[in-house]
């Protein structure tokens, strides 16, 4: 077997001896292993088109966070056809870490390292499509609070989790809810005034958040969870933790295939997906699941 390493020394938790220790696991099992250091943004999602393009290793692996893991899958994708396509194995090694928690848990890395390499299982997860950019999500999307802490993360200096929950603490302060509708598979499940919308995918954002607790990353569909302005801010950040929001006042939870998030005042949306906020002036966006459609390696 050979193995491509791709590591962001800018990535939120990152050290050069954490990607070295993972070389030399992977080189113990009798692997061919490269390593790439990323050198500029974009440079992740080069290195793994690469990958089906040319063929070679037959696993990548990603060390970094979110970000890193939503490049990197985005290169695999459009490298190859669906039945070409490599497993990809993701390490924690960013600021939030939330497709490493879907995945693996809150195991530590050598854990699921050493699962991977001994006892191997490729498990096939969905992508959201978002119509209005042709990007891919990997975790998922947002709108309302939980893009808008992105915004205020920008100014935060700390490191791993920590930085989103003083960016979220921040953000809470001046946030007002904004008029929206959301639409599944063609039928409206929330209008009004919207604190939150997510989408997706992964059932964690920010690493400590269960926003979607209920949902699965391969069954074809699309969760959806808008939250209102019955429960006060504080209590639907607390419910939020354990995914104990769902059900509560004010809080709507959906699957489909196709989910459109809107702005019915106008004024631009506050969105992201997979962490990246979106800098255009949209008031609508749409996401349809891609289903099955990246193979990563899993417990």
């Given at each position: 077997?050979?193995?491509?390493?791709v590591?962001?020394?800018?990535?939120?938790?990152?050290?050069?001896?954490?990607?070295?220790?993972?070389?030399r696991?992977i080189?113990?099992v009798?692997?061919?292993?490269?390593?790439?250091?990323?050198?500029r943004?974009?440079?992740?999602?080069?290195?793994?088109?690469?990958?089906?393009?040319?063929?070679?290793?037959?696993?990548?692996?990603?060390?970094?966070?979110?970000?890193?893991?939503?490049?990197?899958?985005?290169?695999?994708?459009?490298?190859?056809?669906?039945?070409r396509?490599?497993?990809?194995?993701?390490?924690?090694?960013?600021?939030?870490?939330?497709?490493y928690?879907?995945i693996?848990?809150?195991?530590?890395?050598?854990?699921?390292?050493e699962?991977?390499?001994?006892?191997?299982?490729?498990?096939?997860?969905d992508?959201?499509?978002?119509?209005?950019?042709?990007?891919?999500?990997?975790l998922?999307?947002?709108?309302?609070?939980?893009?808008q802490?992105?915004v205020?993360?920008?100014?935060?200096?700390?490191?791993?989790?920590a930085?989103?929950?003083?960016?979220?603490?921040?953000t809470?302060e001046?946030?007002?809810?904004?008029?929206?509708?959301?639409?599944?598979?063609?039928?409206?499940?929330?209008a009004?005034p919207?604190?939150?919308?997510?989408?997706?995918g992964?059932?964690?954002?920010?690493?400590?958040f269960?926003?979607?607790?209920?949902?699965?990353?391969?069954?074809?569909?699309?969760?959806?969870?808008?939250?209102?302005?019955?429960?006060?801010?504080?209590e639907?950040?607390?419910?939020?933790?354990?995914?104990?929001?769902?059900?509560?006042p004010?809080?709507?939870?959906?699957?489909g295939?196709?989910?459109?998030?809107?702005?019915?005042?106008?004024?631009?949306l506050?969105?992201?997906?997979?962490?990246?906020?979106l800098?255009?002036?949209?008031?609508?966006?749409?996401?349809?699941v891609?289903?099955?459609?990246?193979?990563?390696?899993a417990?």
């Amino acid at each position: 077997m050979s193995v491509l390493v791709v590591a962001n020394p800018a990535a939120g938790t990152y050290t050069p001896e954490m990607s070295e220790a993972v070389v030399r696991r992977i080189a113990g099992v009798g692997a061919a292993v490269e390593l790439a250091v990323t050198e500029r943004p974009g440079h992740a999602h080069k290195l793994a088109f690469a990958v089906g393009e040319r063929g070679g290793p037959a696993l990548v692996v990603s060390i970094g966070g979110d970000g890193t893991a939503h490049d990197v899958m985005t290169g695999l994708y459009e490298g190859a056809p669906a039945e070409r396509r490599v497993p990809l194995l993701v390490l924690p090694f960013g600021t939030g870490n939330s497709f490493y928690r879907e995945i693996w848990s809150d195991r530590p890395w050598q854990e699921a390292l050493e699962s991977a390499l001994s006892r191997p299982r490729v498990r096939r997860v969905d992508l959201a499509r978002v119509a209005e950019t042709d990007g891919l999500a990997l975790l998922g999307a947002s709108s309302g609070l939980a893009a808008q802490t992105l915004v205020t993360a920008r100014s935060v200096a700390d490191t791993g989790r920590a930085r989103y929950e003083e960016a979220l603490a921040r953000t809470v302060e001046a946030f007002r809810p904004y008029p929206g509708r959301v639409t599944v598979d063609g039928e409206v499940v929330h209008a009004g005034p919207t604190v939150s919308v997510g989408v997706g995918g992964g059932r964690h954002r920010g690493g400590r958040f269960m926003l979607l607790p209920r949902s699965v990353m391969d069954d074809g569909l699309l969760d959806v969870c808008v939250a209102g302005t019955a429960l006060p801010l504080p209590e639907l950040l607390r419910l939020c933790r354990d995914g104990s929001h769902v059900g509560g006042p004010g809080v709507v939870y959906a699957r489909g295939r196709r989910v459109v998030v809107e702005r019915t005042d106008g004024e631009p949306l506050v969105f992201e997906y997979d962490g990246d906020l979106l800098p255009g002036a949209a008031a609508r966006y749409t996401l349809d699941v891609d289903p099955h459609a990246l193979p990563v390696l899993a417990p």
